[in-house]
């Protein structure tokens, strides 16, 4: 299965917001509400953060944010700090009752 | 707090078959699912498959029958088994509660496939 279009790489200054896009299609992110987007710091697992869309677990910062339009996905980082330089991931629950992750975009806080 | 951790040979041979195990502490792995994802070095995440604590499966196409996860609800524990392994395989392997997001994570267990 194809893997989740997302930016390789997207910077911003401390303070800024930036968006990660994930673009799927309507067998996945445009067919369901299951996408998810995970935080990963080097050497470390992956850390869940976003669920259903746009929904945030509990202790994870409001600063996160998660919406949808049609079959891409978007991820919200506002207020940049340093601690959010990690990779991150989107999911996708998909037509053939499995998952898919986008490649991975780099997040660097200048 | 749920805790995942995974087990098993971090070196595996070439045709070979990789077996790693996942001991979940602090809950109960009834009535959740169980995932295994992996992640190439300095690659992305592969979803591998999941089990749901009654034994029922479902595996990423892409892996062409030659995954295999048990669940052993006594011992608190899933299984892992990827047949017939080459270079390609080589990946931190990832056990994690849930389906289709996963809330809980391992630490990650490094197995690489080289004679």
């Known amino acids: 299965q194809s893997t989740l279009t997302q930016p390789a790489s997207v910077s911003g200054s401390p303070g800024q917001s930036i968006t990660i896009s994930c673009s799927g299609t309507?067998?996945?992110?445009?067919?369901?509400?299951?996408v998810s987007w995970y935080q990963q710091h080097p050497g470390k697992a992956p850390k869940f953060i976003i669920y259903?869309?746009?929904n945030r677990p509990s202790g994870v910062s409001f600063r996160f944010s998660g919406s949808k339009s049609g079959n891409t996905a978007s991820l919200t980082i506002s207020g940049l700090q340093a601690e959010d330089e990690a990779d991150y991931y989107c999911s996708s629950y998909t037509s053939n009752n499995t998952v898919v992750f986008g490649g991975g975009t780099k997040l660097t806080v200048l | 707090q749920v805790q995942l951790q995974e087990s098993g040979p971090g070196l595996v041979k070439p045709s070979e078959t990789l077996s790693l195990t996942c001991t979940v502490s602090?809950?109960?792995?009834?009535?959740?699912?169980w995932s295994w994802i992996r992640q190439p070095p300095g690659k992305g995440l592969e979803w591998i498959g999941y089990?749901?604590?009654?034994?029922?499966?479902n595996y990423n196409p892409s892996l062409k029958g030659r995954v295999t996860m048990s669940v052993d609800t006594s011992k608190n524990q899933f299984s892992l088994k990827l047949s017939s392994v080459t270079a390609a395989d080589t990946a931190v392997y990832y056990c994690?509660?849930?389906?289709?997001?996963?809330?809980?994570w391992g630490q990650g267990i490094l197995v690489t496939v080289s004679s």
């Open positions: 089990i749901y604590y009654s034994g029922s499966t």
């Open positions: 602090g809950g109960s792995i009834t009535s959740y699912y």
């Open positions: 309507s067998s996945d992110v445009g067919g369901y509400r299951y």
């Open positions: 994690a509660r849930g389906q289709p997001r996963f809330d809980y």
């Open positions: 259903d869309v746009f």
